[in-house]
């Protein structure tokens, strides 16, 4: 079971970004089932329908999101009925939706679950040890590949978590830095895992943002939002990850990042 998983999709042009190279990226890497972290996909903050539903369009089978869950409080209208998506399993706010959904693909069950870590992070959950300790507790036994979007910020919090469920599920991707990191690996016990996925968006922003209004805030403490350059270069950032069906331990993991061309839309 071939699985891609793209990076934090930032604003227009990260959607465009997946939109441009998810046919080519299935076709060459076979892939059976692709998720995509769509927290900033509206405007660099959140998710509103408009842009799942394109995402899904495009072929993403399923969007997980991350601290960014309710930047566009309109989640919380269509949470329930969007069926492809993940929001964060331990967040102490109740907005509905789900934090682990198992879909199936060619006739094998994919289990993704999204979490959130607790290091420089604002949001009040409840600790991502004990909650997705006690998920996997509570499915023993299921006959399914198990996928975790781990977003968080400190590259140390991921690692330890990797360590923690190795073994216990079949793959551990971060996400949350946009910065793709070069430690895609196979831990002892066969769960696949990376630090960071990186991010879809702007290749020559911060983190996927214009990086002139950026720039003003970090030397000038300027409390203007972020702009996002919507001509700015193409990037994907993505992993796949291949895990055997039978055992449903990772077989590969690497991560792949193209840039692409300008696009106005
Ligand atoms: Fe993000
Ligand atoms: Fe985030």
Avoid: W
């Avoid at 692709?34 to 799942?52: D, Q, R, S």
């Amino acid at each position: 079971m071939k699985i891609l998983f793209f990076g934090d999709i930032v604003g227009q042009v990260g959607r465009n970004a997946v939109k441009h190279n998810i046919e080519k990226l299935v076709k060459k890497y076979q892939i059976d089932f692709v998720i995509a972290n769509g927290e900033n996909a509206t405007h660099g903050k959140g998710l509103i329908e408009k842009h799942y539903n394109e995402l899904i369009d495009a072929g993403v089978d399923c969007i997980t999101l991350g601290n960014h869950y309710l930047s566009k409080n309109m989640i919380v209208n269509y949470i329930d009925d969007a069926t492809s998506l993940v929001r964060p399993l331990n967040i102490s706010k109740r907005i509905g939706g789900e934090g682990s959904v198992v879909f199936e693909a060619n006739g094998v069950k994919i289990r993704v679950t999204n979490i959130l870590g607790t290091a420089f992070m604002q949001e009040e959950v409840a600790s991502p040890y004990y909650s997705l300790k006690s998920l996997i507790d509570n499915n023993e036994g299921e006959d399914a590949i198990h996928i975790v979007d781990f977003h968080a910020e400190a590259t140390g919090e991921k690692m330890s978590f990797g360590y923690c469920f190795d073994g216990l599920v079949s793959a551990i991707v971060g996400t949350h830095t946009h910065v793709q990191t070069n430690d895609a690996k196979i831990l002892e016990n066969g769960t696949g895992f990376i630090t960071d996925v990186g991010m879809c968006g702007a290749a020559n922003g911060v983190l996927g943002f214009d990086k002139d209004t950026v720039i003003q805030k970090t030397i000038f403490g300027s409390n203007e939002r972020f702009d996002l350059d919507k001509e700015d270069q193409e990037m994907v950032n993505a992993v796949v990850i291949d895990v055997d069906e039978m055992s449903h331990k990772t077989r590969e993991i690497f991560a792949i990042s193209l840039l692409g061309e300008k696009h106005n839309g």
